[in-house]
C-alpha cells in the first residue's frame, strides 16, 4: 500500500520572501438574540460600511406591549421599596420580602428591554457582505442574520521557516516594499496543517483593496 504524504509549506521566492492575501482584520456572522418573524431588512447597506442604520427588523409589537408593562411594574415597586426601606412599622422580613419583589420586577425590566433591543439590528462600522435573511422569514436565537467585515485594519497571516521565527520581535517586516504593517501575533509551536511552518499574523492600514496578494519579507 502506498501513502501520498502532501507538505502545506508557505509560497515563498527564495528566504524570507513570502506571499499572502490581505484580508480585513476581522469577520463576523451576527446572529439573532430573540425570535420572531423578521419585518424588514435594510439591502440598501450590502457592500458598504454601515453606519447606525437598522439593518434587520425583528416583530416588536409584543415585545414593546412587555417592556412598557415591565417598566410600569418596575417604577411601581421600586418607588414603594424607596419607602417602605426605612419605616420603623415595618419589620425585616417584610422589608426582604419587598425588596425581593422589588428585585424581580427590576430583572423582569431589564430582560424586556433587551429583547426589545435585540430586535432592532445594527452593525455599526462593519462592511456588510450580505443580509443572511429575508423579510417573512422566522428566526430563533443564534440564526445568523448578516455576515460582517471589520475594515478598519487588515490583516495578513503568513507561515514561515524556523529560522524565520527565531527572533522575530527584532527584525524587520516588509509588506509590498513598505506597507505600513506590525507584527500583531506570532506563534512559536509548528502549525499542525501548516507542516514546519510557524504562524505569523501582520496587522496594519491597508493601500487599496482586500483580497490582493501581498509580498511580506523578513530581514
Known amino acids: 500500500m ?8 508557505p509560497l515563498f521566492l527564495y528566504g524570507g520572501e513570502y506571499f499572502a492575501k490581505v484580508e480585513p482584520f476581522e469577520a463576523y456572522t451576527i446572529a439573532s438574540k430573540v ?16 453606519s447606525d442604520e437598522i ?3 425583528i416583530d416588536d409589537e409584543l415585545a414593546r ?3 412598557e408593562v415591565a417598566r410600569s411594574t418596575y417604577d411601581i415597586k421600586k418607588r414603594f421599596y424607596q419607602k417602605v426601606k426605612n419605616l420603623s ?22 430582560r424586556t428591554k433587551d429583547d426589545l433591543e435585540g430586535r432592532n439590528i445594527r452593525a455599526k462600522n ?3 457582505e450580505d443580509i443572511l435573511v429575508k423579510k417573512g422569514n422566522f428566526v430563533m436565537p443564534g440564526t445568523p442574520l448578516i455576515k460582517a ?16 521565527i527565531e527572533d522575530i520581535e527584532n527584525k524587520k517586516i516588509l ?13 512559536k509551536i509548528a502549525d499542525k496543517v501548516q507542516i514546519s511552518s510557524y504562524k505569523l499574523i501582520l496587522v496594519g492600514k491597508i493601500k487599496g483593496e482586500f483580497s490582493h496578494i501581498a509580498k511580506v519579507e523578513i530581514k
Open 2 to 9: 502506498r501513502f501520498l504524504m502532501i507538505f502545506l509549506l
Open 35 to 50: 425570535s420572531g418573524l423578521v419585518t424588514y431588512t435594510n439591502e440598501d447597506v450590502i457592500s458598504k460600511l454601515a
Open 55 to 57: 439593518i434587520v427588523k
Open 65 to 67: 406591549v412587555n417592556y
Open 89 to 110: 412599622t415595618k419589620s425585616k422580613i417584610q422589608k426582604d420580602n419587598e425588596k425581593i419583589i422589588y428585585l424581580n420586577a427590576k430583572q423582569a425590566y431589564i
Open 126 to 128: 462593519l462592511y456588510i
Open 149 to 164: 467585515y471589520d475594515v478598519s485594519r487588515a490583516k495578513i497571516i503568513i507561515y514561515v521557516t524556523k529560522e524565520d
Open 175 to 187: 509588506v509590498n516594499g513598505g506597507d505600513d504593517f506590525k507584527l500583531y501575533k506570532h506563534f
